[in-house]
């Protein structure tokens, strides 16, 4: 697949690669799985809300060795917690209570809006977009990383056992857990802890929940039903000092930094 083409991965640099990179996501949220885009995200063919003004965009680049063209195939959006407090909020406070990480006296980043395109979607991409968070979690001091991943489609009855493999096995300890906004909150305690093969379900996840539960990530409080994105959300959460060293120790090799402890 790769055959003739370099990648690399970096900070977009301009507003044409965040365009880029927001056309990217619009091919993979709504043309791929079905998002509803308002009229004018319908008419750019671009995915976009306010945070993109405010947030880093992290861009995986395919270059083809050949004829020198590059084109983004996968993004990450990055948003730290003071540049949010500045603005108002984190995109994840639309589904989730966050006080408890806003208190926890930890300096937080956002991830969110991460894709890459359908054939693009192999381990050495993803540890791409990887290692340039692990670089930019370095470079900005970052204790804690949070933010919404998703199960497509909108029936609780078909993914069950997975919110309830993730809830009875991986809840985030409770003085750090962010809660479901009320309104929006779908219990994820459905099925008996004693009735999970904990095996079978976590081969079952989606691939960057199991990417995200690997390094040590954990879950918290309530699923929340995106209408939008077609999606149904858990909240994940992952300390910077509790990353498993395993991950640590590769990353730190890929980028020669010590990563925040």
Known sequence: MYKNTTAYVRLARNAKEVEEAQKLRYRV????????????MAAQKRDFDDFDEIADHLIVLVKDEQTGAEKIVGTYRLLRQNIAKKHGNFYSS?????????NSNQFLLELGRSCVLAEYRTKPILN???????DYITDHNIDLL????????VDINEIAGQL?????????????????????HI????????TINERRVFASLPPLIKGYLRLGASIGEGAVIDHQFN?????IVVQTSLMTDRYRK??????????PK
């Open 250 to 259: 590769y990353y730190e090799r890929k980028i020669q930094k010590t990563m």
């Open 146 to 153: 949070f933010g919404c991943a998703s199960f497509q489609g």
């Open 128 to 134: 791409l977009l990887w290692q340039g968070i692990a």
């Open 231 to 235: 999606t149904i959300d858990v909240c």
């Open 94 to 102: 639309g589904e989730y209570n966050l006080d408890n990480l806003l």
């Open 164 to 184: 309830s493999y993730l809830h009875h096995f991986h809840s985030t300890p409770e003085d750090m857990r962010p809660i479901a906004l009320q309104d929006q």
């Open 29 to 40: 949220f709504y043309d791929e799985y079905g998002a509803k885009p308002c009229p004018k």
């Open 187 to 194: 219990d994820m305690n459905i099925v008996p802890k004693d």
